[in-house]
């Protein structure tokens, strides 16, 4: 890799971090989900900035071509972060659930409440 793509890159991930703070600064995303991504934009900058990486990472894994390493190592992070999310959205489903049948539970005695009020004047 040369000079000028390794100075590419790393303005671009600079450009990425700073829109990711930007965000969260302005509570478009949590902290907790802007982290991974300043966890892999660190570490596109270290692989940009020291490319001979992926190729001692490639001849440890027993990876033939050095390039590949990076195709499965994004791999495993969107398995990570799919599974992250996944279980979020698991989080989030039992809650609604649950308020849904508080609501519903409200719901019912607040009818029920109407209607012996209903009563009550009715005398």
């Given at each position: 890799?040369?000079?000028?793509?390794q100075?590419?890159?790393?303005?671009?991930?600079?450009?990425?971090?700073?829109?990711i703070?930007?965000?969260?600064?302005?509570?478009?995303?949590?902290?907790?989900?802007?982290?991974?991504?300043?966890?892999?934009?660190?570490?596109?900058?270290?692989?940009a900035?020291?490319?001979?990486g992926?190729?001692?990472?490639?001849?440890?894994?027993?990876?033939?071509?050095?390039?590949?390493?990076?195709?499965?190592?994004?791999?495993?992070?969107?398995?990570?972060?799919?599974?992250?999310?996944?279980?979020?959205?698991?989080?989030?489903?039992?809650?609604?659930?649950?308020?849904?049948?508080?609501?519903?539970?409200?719901?019912?005695?607040?009818?029920?409440l109407?209607?012996?009020?209903?009563?009550?004047?009715?005398?």
């Amino acid at each position: 890799m040369n000079v000028r793509t390794q100075i590419l890159i790393a303005i671009l991930v600079l450009l990425g971090l700073a829109g990711i703070v930007r965000l969260v600064k302005k509570n478009k995303i949590q902290l907790k989900y802007a982290l991974p991504w300043c966890f892999l934009a660190a570490a596109i900058l270290l692989l940009a900035l020291f490319p001979q990486g992926t190729v001692w990472l490639a001849k440890v894994s027993g990876v033939g071509q050095h390039i590949n390493i990076i195709f499965f190592l994004g791999f495993c992070f969107l398995l990570v972060l799919i599974f992250a999310l996944t279980m979020v959205v698991s989080g989030l489903s039992q809650k609604a659930k649950r308020a849904i049948q508080e609501l519903g539970i409200l719901r019912e005695r607040l009818d029920a409440l109407e209607k012996l009020l209903e009563n009550e004047e009715k005398r």
